[in-house]
């Protein structure tokens, strides 16, 4: 996978979480490579859903 790939993967992930949760903001979902645990909290600080809520969530928005 090259980094186009995974710029536009991003970017429908991204599109996926704000329909969820409309409240994330743009940056909210800025995550640069290894901040996975920062935009986790993020959403969790933003939303008020729990971990696990969120980690289900960016798994179904990564299953494509």
């Known amino acids: 996978m090259n980094t ?7 970017k429908i992930i991204k599109g996926k979480l704000k329909q969820q949760w409309a409240q994330l903001t743009d940056d909210d979902l ?13 959403i969790q600080k933003r939303t008020g859903e729990s971990r696990e809520a969120v980690e289900k969530a960016l798994k179904h928005a990564t299953a494509g």
């Open 4 to 10: 186009q790939e995974i710029k536009g993967d991003w």
């Open 30 to 42: 800025q995550m640069a490579e290894g901040m996975e645990e920062e935009l986790i909290g993020r």
